[in-house]
Structures are given as structure tokens and as C-alpha cells.
């Protein structure tokens, strides 16, 4: 399966003034991981998060990009801003920015492209809501969600995407799906993109889950076939609990 990967979101969270030392503190916790360990930050900290992860093991993140270059976009951020900043990772369709900012699966899309076109490794959020679930679509909204965001991207950019499943429901709520739930859609997410390309290509994305994983349940979700890490949120806010997040995912 895909790399293991744990990446932290840590949101609408820390100031600039804490960042430096609160990645510093995560690169020690986190000494010997055998996965990839990544912190994606607001954009205000991503400097002093770079400065203290230089030379490090851990890499860094940005929570979202624009899909143009330059150009009358106030407020939003470039691609090659961030490649400038020394970023490596950057979330594509979190649920907060779908619902909160009107991120559809075509921007989705074009974000996805723009940020493989600069070399940044794109984490692709899908999921589905509680009411969805509840009706028996899950599977055929995030089939969707898939085939939409990896439209026209081919099969040796495709294997470079990270895809995080995130249960809207699971978000910030406490509640977990249980480790059998979580396998089946990312078992099922794989199906999808062997369907798309091939079983290599599959078997190369790395699939994360990123419904309210934490220190108590990630050894189970980590365990699962099709789990190759979490995009991580609440807990990624947290030093040891993060590292023990990290030390599960071998």
C-alpha cells in the first residue's frame, strides 16, 4: 500500500509566535518515526514552521492554495508562494473549506493539478455527511468525489496524491468511525482508483483517514490494510499526542 504519512491540521490554531517552538518540540517528539510526519499550518505560520522543520525529518504544510498563479485574488494564496515559503505538502478540500468557502469538486480539481504542476504533494479530502451515510450513499458520493478530482490527471501524477477520507460526521465531534467502517470506504476508495487507472497506481496512493483520530484510537485504524495514515486534527495540536500518533503508524 502508500507511504504511511501522518499529517496534522491544525486548522484555525497557534499563533506565528508559537509556531518555532511548537515544531521544534514535534521534530523531537517524533525522532525515529518510520513514517512521514507533516504539519500543515495557517498561512501566517508557515515561515517559522519551515524555519524550525529545516534539516528535520518533519516536513510542512499548508491548509489550502489558489488554483492561478497570480493575479486579483484577495485573501487567497499561490502555489508558487508557498513552494517560495519551502512548503512541501498543501490540503485540497478540507470539509470546513467546502461548507465554509464554497469549494466545489471542479476547484477541487483544478487545486489538485496546480499544486502537482509545482511539486507540492496534495492531500485530497473527500467524505461524507451524516445524513449521507445514513441513506446508503457514501460510497457513491465519494466515487464521485474521486472521479471529479482526478479528472485529466494522469497515472504518474495520479500515484503523487494523497487521498484522506474524513467523515464529516467524525470531524471535531468525538465520535470515531469504528476501524472496520473507516477500512471499508478507504478498501473501497483503492477499488475506485484502480478502476480510474490501475492496481499499481492504487496500490501506490496513500489513503489516510482523518475522522477524530487520536492517540486511544489510532493503533486499531493503523492497523487496517487500507489505512497508509491520518490527516490528524484536534490531537495534531499536542505534542506527545501527536507523537503517539506517529510512533503507531509503522
Known amino acids: 500500500m502508500g507511504k504511511y504519512i501522518i499529517a496534522g491540521n491544525w486548522k ?46 518533519v516536513k510542512i504544510g499548508a491548509e489550502n492554495l489558489h488554483f492561478e498563479d497570480s493575479g486579483a485574488y484577495t485573501g487567497e494564496v ?17 470539509s470546513e473549506r467546502r461548507a465554509y468557502n464554497n469549494e466545489t469538486d471542479e476547484t477541487v480539481n483544478k487545486k489538485i493539478k496546480k499544486a502537482l504542476a509545482k511539486c507540492l504533494v ?29 479528472a485529466e490527471i494522469p497515472a504518474e501524477d495520479a500515484a503523487k496524491v494523497v487521498v484522506a477520507y474524513e467523515p464529516i460526521w467524525a470531524i471535531g465531534t468525538g465520535k470515531t468511525a469504528t476501524d472496520d467502517q473507516a477500512e471499508e470506504v478507504c478498501g473501497a476508495i483503492r477499488k475506485v482508483l484502480a478502476a480510474l487507472y490501475n492496481e499499481s497506481v492504487a496500490a501506490d496512493v496513500t489513503i489516510q483517514y482523518g475522522g477524530s483520530m487520536n492517540a486511544k484510537n489510532c493503533a ?14 484536534g490531537a495534531s495540536l499536542k505534542a506527545p499526542d501527536f507523537a503517539t500518533i506517529v510512533a503507531a503508524a509503522k
Open 122 to 150: 496534495p492531500i485530497v479530502c473527500v467524505g461524507e455527511s451524516l445524513e449521507e451515510r445514513e441513506a446508503g450513499i457514501t460510497m457513491d458520493l465519494i466515487t464521485i468525489q474521486i472521479k471529479k478530482a482526478f
Open 12 to 57: 484555525m490554531n497557534k499563533l506565528p509566535s508559537e509556531t518555532y517552538d511548537f515544531v521544534k518540540e514535534v521534530v523531537e517528539a517524533t525522532k525515529g518515526a518510520e513514517c512521514e510526519v507533516v504539519c500543515c499550518t495557517p498561512y501566517v505560520c508557515l515561515a517559522p514552521a519551515v524555519e524550525a522543520a529545516k534539516g528535520t525529518h
Open 78 to 94: 499561490s502555489a508558487d508562494m508557498l513552494v517560495d515559503l519551502g512548503v512541501d505538502y498543501v490540503i485540497i478540500g478540507h
Open 220 to 233: 486499531g485504524l493503523l492497523a487496517k490494510e487500507n489505512i497508509d495514515g491520518g490527516l490528524i486534527g
